[in-house]
């Protein structure tokens, strides 16, 4: 009999914590077939940050290190300057990135830091529940902005992706979302895009991932996935802003 | 070995590289440039990597990710870059990595001066960072000192897996004198295999973390780095008693304040006072065992420092109201002279407050 889909060696057997219809996990797996399939589990080591994606260090069946809120990418340096032959992630939320962590982000990126980033965007602070991130979309509520984001008041919202695909050392920037299997399969190919770049020594690498906060945005799964679509890929549009291969 | 004259932060940087220390990430701050300085020209040499880092939050938790993956690692920095690390060296603390952080103290509060003072000790003892740990805080008051505990403090790290703190005072950092290098002590050192260096498919995953969410491990996590602390307080305590025996002051004082009332208590002996010094050399595991021996006949322990006192309540839980403990300090970057002490002093004996 010939094994059509099995579970990824990249995982753990552990079971993940995440909310029903919370596509932390679709990413989590994708992160996960990558390393696989790229054969380099045992000379990967991951940096969780603080989020919900938090327990990341249980969760992926390779070395990990758990980092302090927003310090995934300086944790990340640390560990890439000590073993430079080895592939080096970080795992964050948008909370985690854009906000807190937000000059680690950049200069990470800025000095062309040969690691791989995935960068969880659900508009939201899941974990401390569902406050206001700078990823939070105007007029979206959450619940330290509970008339909705004021732009007047504190700004529209970040757009990381952009940002980062000015900065010389970032060689590959990507958004993608996991709302439906099409764009599942993109996300894919960017994760291992982004992880290719580093094996070859390239320089930085990101790929944002839209993802969804069912609980905190107070929908359904199914009304989850609709919302983004309407919502965050107009304001967050999908597809490549930099990848130093395209351009040679 | 012959004897070479040095510039402190420079030494510092020189033990550190002659102690295997091969990664550095820091920020500038005065005064401790010539620290960074030094290692962005040195490290590359012998096959080492320096770093600048964008801040000094981000300065160290390089050196948790490095650290994390086995490496020998330092970083140092003054007062207000100190204040920024907290937040890293308690995650090293939680995690039991090991490192070492220098801080050529400053005056502060707040941006304050880039004169040398001493008060940071409590930002030092007491954590700063959240959460129950402690780190083995070493004050040398001489360069020579500055040098061999920084060598030393490698391997402590490395034996407790903590991070350890080197608390010199911007004087240490900016005057020359002559040392030389000398092996610090064998140590017993097990190898790193907790590091993330990858399975190697030899292995299961390992994980460097200070996140338990169940409060009862940890409880048993923080009462499991309590007996370690204990351990590092029997065992890793250093002091220096000087002219204890019939004293009828005895002076607490650490760093290069020490320097200076040594000067006094040799002004005091040619004014027929007998003075003695009890100098910790490590701040945390503080001396408690040689303020438990100044003799009932003393009539008072003076604490002299640079800062507005902070070592005073050290030495006054130490002194449990066994005997009056009475304090003198300059701070904010202002030194204390010796004839200031000596004053200080014989109004004590004078029985003046
Ligand atoms: C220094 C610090 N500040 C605040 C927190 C509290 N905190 C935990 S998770 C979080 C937000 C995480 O949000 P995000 O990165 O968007 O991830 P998500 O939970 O949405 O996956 C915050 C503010 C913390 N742990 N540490
Ligand atoms: S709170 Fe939101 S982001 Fe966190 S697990 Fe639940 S759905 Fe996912």
Redesign the interface.
Same mark, same amino acid.
């Given at each position: 009999m010939t094994v059509a889909f099995k579970k990824t060696k990249g995982l753990t057997d552990k079971p993940l914590h995440y909310c029903p219809g919370c596509t932390h996990g679709i990413i989590h797996r994708l992160v996960a077939e990558v390393l696989e399939e790229l054969e380099v589990l045992d000379k990967t080591i991951g940096v969780a940050p603080v989020g919900c994606s938090v327990f990341a260090y249980d969760y992926f069946n390779c070395d990990m290190q758990e980092a302090a809120h927003g310090r995934a990418p300086a944790v990340a340096t640390g560990i890439k300057r000590v073993n430079p032959d080895k592939v080096v992630f970080t795992y964050q939320g948008d909370g985690d990135l854009a906000s807190i962590g937000a000059a680690e982000i950049v200069h990470a990126a800025h000095r062309g830091e040969k690691i791989t980033t995935i960068f969880v965007n659900n508009a939201i602070y899941g974990m401390t529940g569902g406050q206001m991130a700078p990823t939070t979309l105007v007029g979206q509520k959450a619940t330290t902005a509970p008339y909705g984001r004021d732009e007047a008041h504190c700004g529209k919202s970040l757009k990381v992706s952009e940002m980062l695909a000015t900065i010389d050392g970032a060689k590959f920037v990507e958004r993608v979302s996991v709302n439906s299997p099409a764009n599942i399969r993109k996300a894919k190919k960017a994760i291992k895009k982004a992880f290719e770049l580093q094996l070859a020594n390239k320089g930085f690498g990101i790929v944002e991932v839209l993802s969804t906060c069912p609980t905190n945005w107070g929908l359904s799964p199914v009304e989850a996935i609709k919302w983004l679509e309407a919502n965050m890929i107009p304001y967050y549009p999908l597809g490549n802003l930099r990848d130093v291969e395209e351009a040679k | 070995m012959a004897k070479i004259l040095m510039k402190g932060n420079e030494a510092i940087g020189a033990a550190a590289i002659k102690a295997g220390c091969r990664?550095f990430?820091g920020y500038p701050i005065t005064p401790q440039n010539e620290v960074p300085e030094y290692m962005a020209r040195e490290l590359p040499k012998v096959g080492g #990597?320096f =770093?600048q $880092?964008? !801040?000094e #939050? @981000? @300065?160290i938790?390089? #050196?948790?990710? $490095? !650290? /994390? @993956? /086995? $490496?020998r690692?330092m970083t140092s920095s003054s007062s207000p870059g100190i204040a920024l690390k907290q937040?890293?060296i308690s995650?090293i603390a939680g @995690?039991e990595l090991p490192c070492v952080v220098v801080n050529v103290v400053r005056g502060g509060p707040g941006l304050g001066g880039i004169q040398p003072a001493q008060s940071d000790y409590y930002q030092a003892t007491r954590g700063g960072g959240n959460g129950d740990y402690r780190m083995p805080v070493y004050a040398p008051s001489s360069i020579q000192e500055t040098v061999d505990l920084i060598m030393g403090a490698f391997d402590v790290a490395d034996q407790y897996r903590t991070p350890v703190m080197i608390l010199a005072d911007g004087m240490i950092g900016q005057m020359m004198e002559p040392i030389e290098f000398k092996e610090p002590k064998k140590r017993e050192l097990a190898p790193k295999t907790w590091a993330?260096?990858?399975?190697?498919?030899e292995r299961k995953?390992?994980?460097?973390?200070? =996140?338990f969410i169940d409060p009862q491990e940890l409880e048993d996590h923080c009462i499991r780095l309590e007996k370690k602390y204990d351990l590092i307080a029997q065992n890793e305590c250093l002091v220096e008693e000087y002219k204890l025996e019939g004293a009828e002051i005895v002076v607490a004082a650490y760093g290069t304040t020490s320097r200076i009332v040594k000067n006094a208590i040799d002004k005091c002996a040619e004014l027929g006072i007998k003075v003695g010094l009890i100098r910790p050399i490590t701040l945390w595991p503080f001396p408690f065992a040689s303020f438990e021996k100044i003799e009932d006949t003393t009539k008072a322990v003076l604490t002299v420092e640079m800062s507005t006192g902070q070592m005073i309540d050290d030495v006054k839980i130490a002194m449990n109201g066994r005997m009056p403990v009475e304090f003198y300090g300059r701070t904010g970057g202002m030194v204390p002279t010796p004839d200031a002490i000596v004053e200080k002093i014989k109004k004590i004996v004078g029985g003046e407050k």
């Open positions: - | 990664y990430f #990597v =770093l $880092a964008e !801040s #939050v @981000a @300065a938790n390089m #050196v948790y990710g $490095a !650290s /994390g @993956a /086995g $490496a690692v937040e890293g995650y @995690a993330t260096t990858g399975t190697k498919d995953p390992n994980i460097i973390n200070s =996140l």
